[in-house]
């Protein structure tokens, strides 16, 4: 299995574009397809694939519960926990169940016993199939702030398709590197502006920092300038498809329609641009070290 | 003092280009770049640094190979699969345990019970945040270092510092540029603010993530105002978009029209309404009077 991760450092830029036409197209041309919508925040994959959803699963996250017959307010659970989700007063611990990241340091170090494991839920996994592709999705319940835990839910669903297609979130933080942790290779969507340019660099050092081989797509390829095609060569990276500001495009999307359904004519840019990147990688290298990452 | 902060949900619907302009428009205000991730404003404001520091939002694990021997105990707690039996070997091992700081959360929990107090576990420096001059006023920004984790704690930061440059200089309104999503960063950018912004577009994944971050909003209780940017892309989404938001009690603000303008202002360095006076720049400076009556109460 190859597993391509979507990225990109600035939003807007048209990454689940580029996802869920790689993955219609790809599917179209024969190939098995799974495609998971890692941007937990805000996940819009399902607007274009429109995917039957066949099972919906809780994501729920450690935190600690405490028997206060047994606490003896001691004070090492709040010392352990570097969140501030746990802090002991004269009494027993008040708990803030929304700090917490779960590393289980609290219940470890208890002396006594008196902290347990407990979950809580902090969003939802849900998986189906949208015209033969294999779709998951992770959607993290509003007020939430952490991303991470719903992401390794999703990139857990077991699969064995020709192709993994992973949308990735925007920024180069934790959900990110989440995201594209064990990507065989990384695609990184940019546009040729200024603030485009600047967001790519960073996402480029990240790559970097992960060790993950990339390349970048270049959105709305005649708007902007070339300062974003002079980094990529002075920088040696490849570009491996440019799409047009083409407004038809924006307004197919603007629908929630595929590009390749409704402009057929950019088919052969998503087919190219798998060729691409299928000659960059060692396939299957991103599958074992995820397996070894769990 | 008031309190403005511009976000979307979607990434790309133009945040950072309105707030570039809103700080052309708002005379005396204080600007604060919240999206410590991907910040750009910095790349039309050119601000000129008088203020850095550094900033660590939280310690990090290390383990000395010298002292391990390679017992497993930090790998067989660490929730975060950050722990590799692959580091440099020592006098009696061939390979000792190492912790992966892309992974490392900064919990300790590791260094607490290493029987042999070989994990060090100390302050990690994972961004910077800078104190600015710009030609619309003082700026505070920051930059997150890539792969760094608690971007929220810098942007409480960033607000902080912002609020008190406010303060000294008697400056009574802080513009606050967000990040894209519903998750910490945002949270951090919207918690007890006085008014949000969200700019979305009509389009089926800008209305999508508008109803999410409007959901934020009022599990907050924060007063949100809505622009849709680049309205003529699909007008009828446009429609929609102003009837469900007019349906949950919000109030749209503006319309701003889709305009190379921005892209060529962008290009130039300089806010779409410093570029041209015509065009979206009339749309952006029409929002921003209705916004500043919000911010101020009189509406």
Known sequence: ????????????????????????????????????????????????????????????????????????????????????????LKTSPLIFPELCHGCGGCWEVCPVGAITETFRDTGK??????????????????????????????????????????DAPPGTSCPVIESIRGADFVLLVTEPTPFGLNDLKLAVEMVRILMLPFGVIINRADVGDDRTRNYCQSEQIDILAEIPDDRRIAEVYSRGELVCKALPEYRHVFSELLERIEKKITPGKGAAERRADR | MKELTVISGKGGTGKTSVVASFAALAAGSVLADCDVDA???????????????????????????????????????????????????????????????????????????????????????????YVSETRHGPMVYAKLGIAEENSGKLVTTVRQEAKKIAEQRGLNTIIVDGSPGIGCPVIASITATNLVLAVTEPTVSGLHDLKRVADLTSHFNIPTLVCINKWDLNRDIADE?????????????????????????????????????DGCAEDIKKLWRNVLDHLQGLV
């Not at chain 2, 021997?69 to 190492?98: H, M, P, S, V, W």
Request: hydrophobic letters at 40%; aromatic letters at 6%; proline letters at 4%.
């Open chain 1, 1 to 88: 299995m190859i597993t391509i991760s979507i990225a990109s450092g600035k939003g807007g830029t048209g990454k689940t574009t580029i996802a869920n036409n790689l993955a219609v197209v790809s599917s179209d041309n024969g190939y098995s397809v799974t495609y998971m919508d890692c941007d937990v925040e805000e996940p819009n994959g399902a607007l274009f694939l429109k995917p039957k959803i066949e099972e919906i699963h809780p994501v729920s996250v450690s935190i600690p519960k405490v028997d206060p017959e047994k606490c003896t307010g001691c004070g090492l659970c709040g010392e352990i926990c570097q969140y501030s989700a746990i802090v002991v």
């Open chain 2, 39 to 129: 910040a750009d404003l910095y790349l039309v404001l050119e601000p000129k640094i008088i203020r850095q520091e550094n900033f660590s939002g939280g310690k990090r694990a290390r383990i000395d190979h010298n002292l391990c021997t390679a017992c497993g105990k930090c790998k067989e707690l660490c929730r975060f699969d950050a722990i590799f039996f692959d580091g440099e070997g020592n006098e009696r091992l061939q390979k000792t345990f190492r912790v992966d700081p892309v992974a490392c959360e900064g919990c300790g929990v590791c260094a607490w019970f290493c029987p042999e107090k070989a994990i060090i576990f100390a302050e990690a420096v994972n961004g910077q945040w």
């Open chain 2, 241 to 277: 978009i102003e009837r469900q938001v007019t349906d949950n009690g919000l109030v749209v603000a503006g319309r701003i029209r889709y305009d190379k303008a921005v892209t060529e202002a962008q290009i130039r360095g300089l806010s779409v309404v410093e570029y041209t006076k």
């Open chain 1, 125 to 166: 996994l849900e998986t189906g199939h949208a015209d033969g592709i294999r779709f998951a999705q992770g959607i993290l319940n509003v007020g939430e702030v952490m991303a991470p835990p719903v992401i390794r839910k999703v990139k857990a669903v077991r699969t064995d398709t020709d192709l993994l297609i992973i």
